[in-house]
T-cell receptor
Framework: AQSVTQLGSHVSVSEGALVLLRCNYS??????LFWYVQYPNQGLQLLLK??????LVKGINGFEAEFKKSETSFHLTKPSAHMSDAAEYFC???????????FGTGTSLTVIP | ETGVTQTPRHLVMGMTNKKSLKCEQH?????MYWYKQSAKKPLELMFV???????ENNSVPSRFSPECPNSSHLFLHLHTLQPEDSALYLC?????????????????FGPGTRLTVL
């Protein structure tokens, strides 16, 4: 069975500080992994995805994530937070049973001026 | 219009009303999806249409009825809803649809319809 765990439903960082949003997955086979962002009153937008190529994935808006198989993690980072990064972030996993996406419960990021 | 559009953006309805949500994708994709997003819960996949054929129905109550007349349009017909059905309903589309034995790839989401059932 697949599942996604996002540690911390709320994360606050100061503007200019490192952003670290955690995602751990469980999957019996190599997965595809995704990070989506949702701004207020909008749908989900893809930030980046891992599909079994390079383990360090760079996405939009300066975000990146590293696939660590040994830790079953896919944490999202950004070196310097901007006010515009305040949003809800979702981690998702799919695998080659082709069943569906499994989304985490989301992490709300607040950026403090 | 570009991407995935949804109308209406907000909907308030009584428990005895009948209404429909509309989704349109302008990306040339082959698969479309309905999700329900409730506070404090993971996104719930409701329905999947692959090349206009319904391939997934995740035990959704019959008061929700999907319709996919072509690969660009997806509807969700609502009738006799309950207050617990109040949520954000998101539509998404993807390029290759659901292929057996392959992981699902990137989905493109619309802005959602905020539904309130009184």
């Amino acid at each position: 069975a697949q599942s996604v765990t996002q540690l911390g439903s709320h994360v606050s960082v100061s503007e200019g500080a490192l952003v670290l949003l955690r995602c751990n997955y469980s999957s019996s086979v190599p997965p595809y992994l995704f990070w989506y962002v949702q701004y207020p009153n909008q749908g989900l937008q893809l930030l980046l995805k891992y599909t079994s190529a390079a383990t360090l994935v760079k996405g939009i808006n300066g975000f990146e994530a590293e696939f660590k198989k040994s830790e079953t993690s896919f944490h999202l980072t950004k070196p310097s937070a901007h006010m515009s990064d305040a949003a809800e972030y979702f981690c998702a996993v799919s695998q080659n049973t082709g069943n569906q996406f499994y989304f985490g419960t989301g992490t709300s990021l607040t950026v403090i001026p | 219009e570009t991407g995935v559009t949804q109308t209406p953006r907000h909907l308030v309805m009584g428990m005895t009303n009948k209404k429909s949500l509309k989704c349109e994708q302008h990306l040339g994709h082959n698969a479309m999806y309905w999700y329900k997003q409730s506070a404090k819960k993971p996104l719930e996949l409701m329905f999947v249409y692959n090349f206009k054929e319904q391939t997934e129905n995740n035990s959704v109550p019959s008061r929700f009825s999907p319709e996919c007349p072509n690969s660009s349009h997806l509807f969700l017909h609502l009738h006799t809803l309950q207050p617990e059905d109040s949520a954000l309903y998101l539509c998404a589309s993807s390029q290759d649809g659901v292929q057996r034995g392959a992981p699902w790839d990137e989905q493109f989401f619309g802005p959602g319809t905020r539904l309130t059932v009184l």
